[in-house]
């Protein structure tokens, strides 16, 4: 198996089009087309774990933060980026990061805390921004049911829990072609007049290229009629963080425990006692702090996430009960959700879950 094939099987389970776009993700070194030998999945792309990678004879090493996150302008192995990066050419080992790809994704890191955390209901705290995009064309009745399965086909509308989503107008439509056109309908130099069918569907914006491409494809007419907008409409799939509720509420005290307990916590930094049960909380793995005021809005209970400052803890507000766990423990089980879908898609491949724990920061 080519790192190329297991590439589509990881872009399957985070399409690089959901990472944020600050990010860096997808292959970072090596090269797509080699033979895959092995593939380890680790947290973080470390010069430790490229040498386990080697040990156990793995070309391939799938992280989940991108060792690579600014631009490199030299590789010397002055810092731990650049030792990593040389010591995976020398030795011919890719590396793929997720990051924000698996952040975003509804099955992602943040479903995977709130399972950790027995929460039921899950929804998008923070959801995307700008992801939604609008095709509209025009074709003869007679090519409307043909042409919306091809859209269908190719990704297009889907809403939701919803698939094969259009909207459908009929009118009037008209053209003349000059003495270059070759109208299927009509006379060149003529004024046509033809009943149409007007669709409507929407679609994930990465998804463009190849509905365009089922449009042209399927489409009757010389000449293809057609606007795309971009929609103003969150997308509710998609998204950092999500909120979700207990069966049972918790006090404050046994709540903060039982994210010690699940999360393998050796501290957790939280804002004062509000004195009153936690049955709705949001999570957001990672740096979260941009999205305390999104937890309030969202009638949160508690807000668990990482990296907050000093300040943040007043921005809770009397609100809700912030808590910091700390980066590394708000992701801690991202690496196994990876193995776990790479064994499941690729059965009989060698898929080594890294021993190695990454997380650089200590407790006394």
């Known amino acids: 198996m080519k790192i190329k094939q297991i590439i589509a099987v990881l872009e399957d389970m985070a399409p690089l089009a959901y990472a944020e776009d600050f990010d860096n993700v997808g292959l970072l070194v090596g090269d797509a087309a080699n033979e895959a030998t092995g593939i380890l999945v680790c947290h973080d792309a470390l010069e430790a ?3 386990e990678a080697i040990a156990k004879q793995c070309n391939l090493v799938v992280c989940f933060h991108p060792i690579v996150f600014s631009g490199l302008k030299k590789i010397t192995g002055k810092n731990y980026v650049e030792r990593v990066v040389l ?13 924000t790809a698996l952040d975003n994704h509804k099955d992602g890191v943040n479903k995977i805390f709130c399972d950790t955390l027995g929460l039921v ?3 998008m705290l923070v959801p995307k921004a700008s992801f939604i995009r609008k095709l509209v064309t025009y074709t003869v009745p007679e ?3 043909t042409l919306r399965d091809a859209l269908f086909e190719a990704g297009a509308g889907n809403i939701g829990n919803y698939d094969h989503c259009s909207f459908n ?10 003495e270059d056109s070759n109208p299927t309908i009509g006379t060149k130099g003529q004024l046509t007049q033809t009943d149409e069918v ?11 290229s190849a509905i365009l491409k089922a449009l042209f494809a399927h489409h009757v007419y010389e000449e293809v009629a057609y606007e795309i907008y971009s929609l ?7 998204g950092l963080g999500m909120v979700a509720e207990f069966e049972t509420a918790l006090s404050e005290r046994d709540f903060l425990q039982k994210v010690k307990d699940k999360l393998l916590c050796d501290g957790i930094r939280h804002s004062a006692f509000l004195g009153k049960n936690i049955k709705k909380v949001a999570v957001l793995g990672g740096s979260g702090s941009f999205a305390i005021a999104a937890a309030i809005r969202a009638g949160a209970d508690a807000f668990v996430t ?10 809770a507000e009397n609100q809700l009960l912030l808590a910091d766990i700390g980066h590394f423990e708000s992701e801690r089980y991202t690496k196994n959700y990876i193995v776990d879908f790479l064994r499941k898609k690729i059965p009989n491949f060698a898929i080594v879950l890294s021993e190695e724990n990454t997380n650089p920061v200590k407790y006394l």
């Open 143 to 145: 090519n409307a049911q």
């Open 49 to 51: 774990v490229i040498d």
């Open 198 to 208: 007007k669709i409507e569907v929407t679609f994930e914006k990465h998804r463009e």
């Open 306 to 315: 990482a990296d907050l400052k000093y300040h943040n803890f007043y921005e």
């Open 87 to 99: 010591k995976a050419i020398k030795n011919d080992i890719a590396i793929y990061a997720v990051h």
């Open 169 to 178: 107008s009929t009118g009037t439509g008209t053209y003349r072609g000059n």
């Open 121 to 123: 209901n899950p929804k």
């Open 232 to 238: 103003e409409n969150q997308h509710q799939q998609i």
